[in-house]
């Protein structure tokens, strides 16, 4: 299986032209697979949980179902993060998981970050793995990393890649990837995002250099800190 990490820089609010530059990253690329970052579609830092509802999506929202086809009309599996609207109300910090047989799963962050408290419920998805080409795939969002048992409960799930969508702010995740795949056995794709975002006085540097590493803890690809 051939696997596509995207960095991408998102604008903070701009989901037509988010979606349009991940679209067109997936388009442009040859894989059977793509892994992009978090909340990819909106940015991150949300002020609050009044203006997180502006930009949260169904997980049947067009914008949605077209980042999902940019691959999946191509025969290829997509994760993504967004930020999704569910229920009465409810907010969650999501990933989509789709295949081209039509299979879309979400699964909805379990470990908040910080201020992602003040906006999000937690997730109440659990964790899931769903084969593709051979190859069993479960999904972790961003701070999941720092609980061993997120990456350790997915392989006991049958994983055997584990396809990570974050927007990491600290740079330890690239180094303590080498940890989770080894320990765990399994394939590590850590997509992440890169810029700056500045909102209310708060300043956010993403740290790109998002890693693809083997079973063995061996480094794969490693992409640059500050480059889509
Ligand atoms: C994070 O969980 N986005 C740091």
Redesign the pocket.
């Known amino acids: 299986m051939r696997v596509a990490l995207v960095q991408s820089r998102p604008v903070f609010g701009e989901l037509d032209l988010n979606l349009d530059s991940l679209v067109g990253a997936v388009s442009s690329a040859e894989a059977d697979f793509f892994v992009l970052p978090?909340l990819c579609l909106s940015g991150?830092d949300f002020d609050n949980r009044s203006e997180c509802s502006r930009y949260a999506l169904g997980a049947e929202d067009p914008r949605v179902l077209e980042l999902s086809r940019a691959a999946t009309d191509k025969g290829a599996g997509i994760a993504f993060g967004f930020a999704e609207a569910a229920g009465q109300g409810g907010l969650f910090n999501s990933a989509m998981l789709a295949f081209p047989d039509g299979r879309a799963r979400v699964y909805r962050?379990t470990?908040?970050?910080?201020r992602?408290k003040l906006c999000f419920d937690p997730g109440d998805s659990g964790s899931f793995v769903e084969e593709f080409l051979g190859t069993r795939i479960g999904v972790a969002?961003?701070?999941?990393w720092i609980f061993p048992e997120s990456f350790r409960t997915l392989a006991i799930r049958g994983a055997d890649l584990v396809a990570h969508c974050?927007?990491?702010?600290?740079p330890y995740c690239q180094r303590a990837d080498f940890a989770r795949s080894i320990e765990n056995r399994v394939y590590v794709f850590t997509a992440n995002r890169i810029g700056t975002e500045e909102r209310s006085g708060r300043r956010l540097e993403f740290t790109g250099e998002s890693v693809a590493l083997a079973p063995d803890g061996s480094y794969l690809l490693r992409l640059p800190v500050d480059r889509e």
């Open positions: 978090e991150y962050k470990h908040l970050f910080a992602e969002i961003c701070f999941d974050s927007n990491l702010v600290m």
